[in-house]
């Protein structure tokens, strides 16, 4: 199983010396999707929150005009 990972590490590396721009591409395209795919969650989870905190506060205040 070592051999087999070393033997592809080993191609992964003559693949980038042939193919060094297009390897960096891929490789900072990659991370710009998982910042934005993390920056995006952290937007949505506050949002989500934001309206969570609203929504409580509207059922309290209902409940308060019935009682």
């Known amino acids: 199983m070592r051999f087999l990972r070393f033997t592809l590490l080993q191609s992964y590396f003559i693949f ?4 060094k721009s297009k390897a960096l591409r891929i490789i900072n ?4 999707l998982s910042v934005f795919a993390a920056s995006s969650a952290f937007i ?6 934001k309206i969570s905190n609203k929504q409580t506060e509207l059922i309290n205040y209902q409940i308060d005009i019935r009682s």
């Open 16 to 19: 980038l010396k042939k193919h």
């Open 29 to 32: 395209l990659g991370i710009f």
């Open 44 to 49: 949505s989870f506050v949002i989500e929150q």
